[in-house]
């Protein structure tokens, strides 16, 4: 039996109140307790400094804590591909399988007859071709898997999809393209892309960017804007809950665009297999009345166009106020990573003046 | 407003929410692996940035616990003490991200920010800028502890019992209460010296 007059230890008090004392000891000193007012007011001050500190923890720590839909999107995407890649990896093994048996079979034919023998088993052996276009339109998981922050829907709502759209910057353009090996790549076929859209509360963090191909497949850049414009609609219409359309696009974006537009092939009109079709683009919203020619201050026209516009083989386009009682025409002029309004004479200027209602209509043409 | 030609805009014909298919079902470890991730990611996210990471180089770690998480069920390992198990990858991980990038903890910052972001419900003005300034002392006394006291400390603040804080950091049952105990002492006398002070 423990002595009134032993009083236990600060850690015999700590460990009585978490529960980690063996049953006896812990018995021993709740008797003394009941006995001693002392180590009772110890016991109170040890609970209340946990307590203040639990505060200073939380308190500290909790107001960094972003949402947890989206990282739980992201991981929810990353687990369907680890799954998927699992699947597929035992299927390629099968493939590796059957191909071994075929081989000795061939192998075995060779030896009989020489020459047709040596020509099946080569025709065997040969690798199954993998369409090169597809794999390219899908970032390596790897590499790219996603990242989100946290958003507001009301921050990404009150504004257009393309207005939160910036430039990835050329160093880490630069970063993405040695991640992928692609140092001799000619950068003009690819936009540096974010794959979860800042729309929809992607980061510009080299593990949302891929270098996404423009051309050699009908799966590019311009088709998974359109993706992305649809998908921004959809949430902040709510349609749509921002955690699935993250998880969507982060998972397989070419899925995701069939799944919403319900085809298999892209619906798009401004796609390179349409290259030699001029595209128009309404942009009535995107023009504030208060811009002057591209000149406005804290405001770029390139990047309101968005990437689509911005670094594209857009060598020419036109720019019309079209409505009211004049009609201007000027034209978009490429300036480091901009486009800018140039008017020819101020035609242009005075309709917008005349009409602010007027629309914009932007014809671009591809070389 | 005059109409554009409407040949000259791509139209897009954009299905309704409930025509969309929904997504295959997930197995069951993904789904476990998910609730598992609701139940801890706070806390793990929490004790994560006490090692002055970013929020972002966080995120990425929990994402790597749950992951590696879901590898470590796929393969039909041991499903004891999974709560211990998660927050030792995650304090592994969370050094080695720290040791890689070299960031360290930015004490004045985090504490300006305390100051900033303490809600109290006192209506007072002078009980709210005491109450701020006693909570970046506490902050302060927690900093000026080893940095294993204070992994001691903030793994049993997520709710950690001293046999898994014990296993995450590769320390004895007897040295964990030890910290604790310790580490408990120092806060207790520093709270008496404030209220002396007052």
């Known amino acids: ?367 | 407003m005059p109409s554009v030609p409407a040949g000259l805009i791509g139209k897009i014909s954009i299905p309704r929410a409930e025509d969309v298919a929904l997504p295959s079902r997930p197995s069951e470890i993904e789904c476990e692996v998910i609730r598992l991730f609701d139940q801890f990611r706070d806390s793990l996210l929490r004790y994560v940035l006490s090692f002055g990471l970013s929020v972002q180089d966080g995120e990425e770690i929990i994402q790597e616990v749950f992951l590696a998480l879901f590898g470590h069920l796929r393969a039909g390992k041991s499903r004891r003490s999974l709560s211990g198990w998660i927050f030792c990858v995650a304090h592994n991980l969370a050094l080695k991200r720290r040791h890689a990038t070299q960031r360290l903890q930015n004490e004045i910052d985090t504490e300006g920010k305390l100051v900033e972001s303490q809600v109290d419900p006192s209506p007072n003005p002078e009980a709210l800028v005491l109450f701020a300034q006693r909570q970046s002392r506490l902050l302060a006394a927690v900093r000026a502890l080893s940095e294993q006291d204070q992994s001691c400390l903030r793994l049993r603040a997520e709710g950690l019992r001293y046999r898994e804080i014990a296993r995450i950091l590769g320390i004895s049952l007897g040295s964990v209460a030890r910290s604790l105990a310790r580490s408990l002492a120092r806060l207790m006398s520093l709270d008496k010296r404030w209220h002396h002070a007052e």
């Open chain 1, 1 to 367: 039996m423990l002595n009134e007059n032993l009083h236990p230890s600060d850690q015999d008090l700590l460990q009585l109140a978490d529960g980690e004392l063996p049953a006896h000891r812990a018995t021993q000193i709740r008797e003394h307790l009941a006995a001693c007012w002392n180590c009772r007011t110890r016991m109170a001050e040890i609970e209340q400094t946990i307590g203040e500190f639990m505060r200073m923890h939380r308190q500290t720590l909790d107001p960094q804590l972003p949402p947890i839909a989206g990282p739980r999107a992201l991981l929810k995407a990353r687990l369907v591909e680890l799954t998927r890649s699992a699947h597929s990896d035992r299927r390629q093994w099968w493939r590796f399988v059957v191909n071994a048996r075929v081989l000795a079979l061939g192998c075995a034919l060779a030896f009989l007859v020489v020459l047709g023998g040596r020509f099946l088993c080569r025709q065997v052996l040969r690798p199954e071709s993998v369409p090169f276009t597809y794999t390219q339109s899908l970032p390596n998981p790897n590499f790219t898997p996603g990242a989100t922050t946290a958003v507001a829907m009301s921050d990404i709502c009150s504004m257009n999809h393309d207005d939160v759209v910036h430039p990835v910057p050329s160093s880490l353009q630069q970063a993405v393209f040695r991640e992928y090996g692609m140092r001799e790549a000619p950068a003009a076929n690819y936009e540096i892309d974010l794959l979860i859209s800042p729309g929809l509360g992607g980061t510009e963090d080299l593990r949302n960017l891929w270098p996404e191909p423009r051309y050699n497949t009908v799966w590019n850049s311009f088709v998974k804007d359109q993706l992305e414009d649809y998908l921004h609609q959809s949430v902040c219409g709510g349609k749509l809950s921002l955690a699935t359309a993250q998880q969507d696009i982060a998972t397989n974006w070419v899925s995701a665009y069939k799944k919403y537009f319900h085809t298999d092939k892209p619906l798009a009109s401004d796609s390179k297999s349409d290259a030699s079709r001029a595209s128009d683009l309404l942009v009535s919203d995107l023009l504030p009345n208060a811009c002057r020619l591209g000149l406005c201050p804290g405001w770029s026209l390139g990047q309101t166009l968005g990437r689509k516009w911005i670094g594209s083989p857009f060598l020419f386009a036109s720019i019309e106020c079209v409505g009211g009682f004049h009609n201007g025409l000027g034209f978009l002029a490429r300036e480091g990573r901009c486009l800018r309004v140039r008017s020819r004479g101020s035609d242009l200027e005075r309709c917008h003046a005349a009409t602010p209602s007027a629309r914009w209509l932007i014809r671009a043409t591809k070389t």
